[in-house]
């Protein structure tokens, strides 16, 4: 009993400590959460990823309510986005089934599949504010009429996949995709609209890991216990630090945790 409160302690410090770079940045919650129960609890890559789309299902859905109080949600977008990524969810998840129990080679790849998550979001903290002024100054490289429809049903399955094996992708990595389809949207309404399509997301793909048995729940409870505090005391404390200090820092260690995982 003395050794369970002892890792329930440090779930919810675990929880506490990316709720509040969650709330400070605005991103990074799948991709620390995910590579933190792995490689520092020594967490199987399948338990965490399950978990973490549990976490992230639960915490993304109250930040949607707050975004679409403030209308800063294009439901137009999140419906394209929504045909391509629920659907690859479901695929992605019946391709797990179809596996069976998962060997340490397929582990193996989980985690590798996670790394490659990881460093794709710290590229898209790096790039993004890059990308869209060079939009800005290109517009003739925007994605227009049915193009621009079908790309954004594409990044869904892009994303669905990703988000549903890794449980990484529906954050900076999303809502890069969604600046460089959208240039013109307004920051708020690429957070509102990025953080909406995810809830049905994670929770499909959360889900379908609760079917194959991959969801823990002590585990779940602990680190919503840790977050949720912390991400509400990282919004009210985001307004001391420059943004681009604390993206900066955020990309660095996720860069670091990237390669760690695909090493």
């Known amino acids: 009993m003395e050794n369970l409160f002892e890792f329930n302690y440090l779930y919810i410090f675990a929880g506490a400590l990316v709720g509040l770079l969650v709330g400070l940045t605005g991103v990074g919650g799948g991709s620390l959460m995910t590579p933190l129960l792995t490689l520092i609890f020594g967490i199987s890559p399948s338990i965490a990823v ?9 915490t993304k859905g109250v930040g949607t309510f707050a975004h679409r109080l403030q209308g800063h949600v294009r ?26 129990s998962i060997s340490q ?3 193996h790849y989980i985690k590798f599949s996670i790394g490659i998550s ?4 710290a590229l898209s903290l790096i790039f993004r504010a890059r990308l869209k002024v060079w939009l800005s100054k290109n517009p003739q490289y925007e994605v227009k009429g049915n193009a621009l429809r079908l790309a954004t049903i594409g ?8 988000v549903t094996i890794s449980s990484i992708g529906a954050g900076a990595v999303g809502a890069t995709i969604i600046v ?3 240039p013109t949207l307004k920051p708020a309404e690429v957070a509102g609209t990025d953080i909406a399509y ?6 499909l793909a959360g889900l379908g890991h609760f079917w194959l048995g991959n969801v823990h729940f002590d585990l779940l409870i602990a680190l919503l216990i840790g977050s949720v505090p912390a991400i509400w005391l ?30």
Do not use: N
């Open 234 to 263: 990282g919004a009210k404390m985001s307004s001391a630090f420059p943004e681009h200090v604390t993206r900066t820092i955020l990309a660095s260690v996720l860069t670091l945790v990237g390669f760690k995982l695909v090493s």
């Open 180 to 182: 460089f389809l959208y």
């Open 75 to 100: 439901w137009d977008i999140v419906r394209l986005l929504c045909l391509g990524s629920l659907p690859a969810a479901i695929a992605s998840i019946f391709f797990l089934k179809y596996l069976g």
């Open 155 to 162: 990044a869904g399955v892009l994303i669905g996949i990703l």
């Open 105 to 107: 080679e397929w582990q």
């Open 198 to 203: 995810a809830v049905p997301l994670t929770a």
């Open 50 to 58: 399950g978990t973490d789309l549990a976490f992230a299902a639960l």
């Open 118 to 121: 990881v460093l794709l979001t």
